[in-house]
């Protein structure tokens, strides 16, 4: 079955701070697998998209990784700010796309 | 610039009287995806338009459906709607779903109550 995990589910982090979410995947066929960022009451926003062939890619602050061999994935923030409270979502494309339930993330002054 | 728009934002409705959701896009995409999304859960995909072809979800209740007049514009109908029906309905559009890169655009969403 096809599957994206995120951990951790919520996470509460002080302004300035780094964090790093996680996602594991059991996705086939793979295509790519994707950032996104989901303000509370808005639709998603495309942060990163990384292929089979990309390990790293960087959007500012945001900077994603992938490891095609263990099906994992990271989303490292830098120097976090208060507009960075939001879910975050790791979606996987396969034949269509696969959603994982994301991490909610809180940047607190 | 606004790409995928999604109208109403907000829209209330009565147990049992039908509504429809709204969404236009300027991006002349191919393909128009319907999703439901309920409080801390992912999105679930309802059913989507590959230009005029249709896709249904399997598990996707008879009680929604879906009309594309033409390329710009995609409606939501639920005939009926259920208390469990309320949740934000999220609009999305992509080129080419062949594509590696098929990026989907998400409108900011409809979030539908159900009285």
């Known amino acids: 079955k096809n599957q994206v995990e995120q951990s951790p589910q919520s996470l509460i982090i002080l302004e300035g701070k780094n964090c790093t979410l996680q996602?594991?995947?059991?996705?086939?066929?793979?295509?790519?697998l994707r950032w996104y960022k989901q303000d509370t009451g808005r639709g998603p926003v495309s942060l990163t998209i990384?292929?089979?062939?990309?390990n790293t890619k960087s959007n500012g602050r945001y900077t994603a990784t992938l490891d095609a061999d263990t099906k994992q994935s990271s989303l490292h923030i830098t120097a976090s700010q208060l507009s960075d409270s939001a879910s975050y979502i790791c979606?996987?494309?396969?034949?269509?796309?696969?959603f994982g339930t994301g991490t909610r993330l809180q940047v607190f002054p | 610039d606004a790409m995928v728009i999604q109208n109403p934002r907000y829209q209330v409705t009565q147990f049992g009287k039908p509504v429809t959701l709204s969404c236009s896009q300027t991006?002349?995409?191919?393909?128009m995806y319907w999703y439901q999304q309920k409080s801390s859960q992912a999105p679930k995909l309802l059913f989507h338009?590959?230009?005029?072809?249709?896709?249904n979800e399997a598990d996707t209740p008879d009680n929604f459906q879906s009309r594309r007049p033409n390329t710009s514009f995609c409606f939501l109908d639920i005939r009926s709607p259920g208390l469990g029906d309320a949740a934000m309905y999220l609009c999305?559009?992509?080129?080419?779903?062949?594509?590696?890169?098929?990026?989907?655009?998400f409108g900011p969403g409809t979030r539908l109550t159900v009285l």
């Open positions: 999305a559009t992509s080129r080419d779903p062949g594509s590696s890169y098929n990026e989907q655009f």
């Open positions: 991006l002349n995409h191919n393909v």
């Open positions: 996602c594991n995947y059991t996705v086939s066929p793979f295509s790519n």
């Open positions: 338009y590959y230009d005029k072809d249709f896709n």
């Open positions: 990384m292929t089979f062939s990309e």
């Open positions: 979606v996987v494309t396969s034949l269509k796309l696969i």
